[in-house]
């Protein structure tokens, strides 16, 4: 049995145990002492703890596969004769560019590099990284920041991107026999997605730098997915749009379209069914939730009118535990339950759109940390990303106080 499974299995068991406790020393989830409130408080734990174990060794295993796939591909064709370069790949794909990319990062400049790295400069003085590496630290960036695995990621050449959207519909009417047909036309608006730049400065000390056997690129990727990764997900979660991205909260709060409760206290199944049902049917059908670890605390304790926990534990590796039988996902940058927030997302993030702008940018800088032993890495990328159809996305708030 893998590990995963077994503590799927162990947090199957701790829950049903907390739920039965709930059941026995509760009145619609309400604990009747403080003492039944911390018994349950210590079950419940259990329950996320192992959650959490399942995530990480979950993550793991994704990031053993991804470090597990081949680096080349295998020769199919007839090897060229010598001298025959047509298939060789240029610019920043160039095997090349890669390593004298590479040679620039490990050691100071030489000869070589202003030829074979000015296909890669950017305004700012650093290096555009080869291409080969960028898918790297675009993979490492996914397994940072859950939300690129649901919201739809383009790929741009240029600062803006602008996507042609649907206002509103045509529709169709009764008529007459031989009657003129009403005319009735689709309204059309344009949404434009920019390139916000995004960037975070990387130390290494020189004794790392001068070890052969330290994995400088893997080390790095990781330090940038980890930063660039926390960031994006606020900005795609919560952020006002002004020099970043427009996070889907954000859009959805001053949209109004949110399913409002009066008391976070009071929160309870009727609320979530609303949620649900405000969302049409055929968006309904790929949905899922986004919501605050707390939240998630909250709704564990919520019973539909069957008398059975809308919240439940997957027992199957590769499902999701769900919320209404409905995938969910949790972030720290998500809003609390808590008066004037809004606090749960509901819908389909595919129609949420993250806009890369191709070429993330390293610069090395040789002085600035030289005093502390170390040497500085400028690491940057530009994105951005916005709702673009407001209707498939949904919220719970809770009513602001006064």
Known sequence: MSKILELMEKRAKAWNAA??????????????????????????????????????????EQIDKMMNMPTSEPITGKPGKAGDVSDEKVGTASNAYKKVFWDNIRKRNYYDVEDVLSVGTDANGGYLVPDEYERKLLDTLQDENFFRH?????????????IPVVASHGTAAWMDENGLYPESEDTFDQ???????LGTAIKVSEELMNDSVFDLESYIATEFARRIGAAEEEAFLVGDGKKKPEGVFTKV???????????????????????????????????QFI?????????????????????????????????????????????????????????????????????RSFKRLNE?????????????????????????????????KG
């Open 253 to 287: 709060t001053a949209g109004k379209a949110v399913t409002e409760i009066a008391d976070a206290t009071k929160f309870s199944f009727d609320d979530i069914m609303d949620l649900f049902h405000s969302l049409r049917s055929v968006y309904r059908n790929k949905a």
């Open 150 to 162: 649901i919201a739809h990621v383009i790929r741009t050449n240029n600062g803006t991107h602008t």
């Open 291 to 359: 919501l605050n670890d707390t939240t998630i605390k909250a709704i564990r304790k919520i019973k539909d009118n069957n008398g059975t926990y809308i919240w439940q534990p997957s027992v199957q590796v590769g499902q999701p535990d769900t919320i209404l039988n409905r995938p969910y996902k949790t972030s720290i940058y998500a809003p609390e339950l808590a008066a004037g927030k809004t606090a749960i997302l509901f819908g389909d993030f595919s129609y949420y759109w993250i806009a890369d702008r191709k070429g």
């Open 191 to 197: 949404v434009t997605l920019d390139a916000y730049k």
């Open 19 to 60: 739920k039965e406790f709930l059941d026995t020393h509760s009145d619609n989830g309400s604990m009747v002492s403080a003492e039944d409130a911390a018994t349950y408080d210590r079950m419940e734990k259990e329950v996320t703890d192992l959650t959490k174990d399942i995530e990480r060794l979950q993550r793991q």
């Open 368 to 400: 600035l940390y030289a005093a502390n032993g170390q040497i500085g890495f400028l690491a940057s990328e530009r994105v951005d990303g916005k709702l673009i159809l407001p209707e498939a996305v949904k919220g719970l708030s809770v009513k602001a």
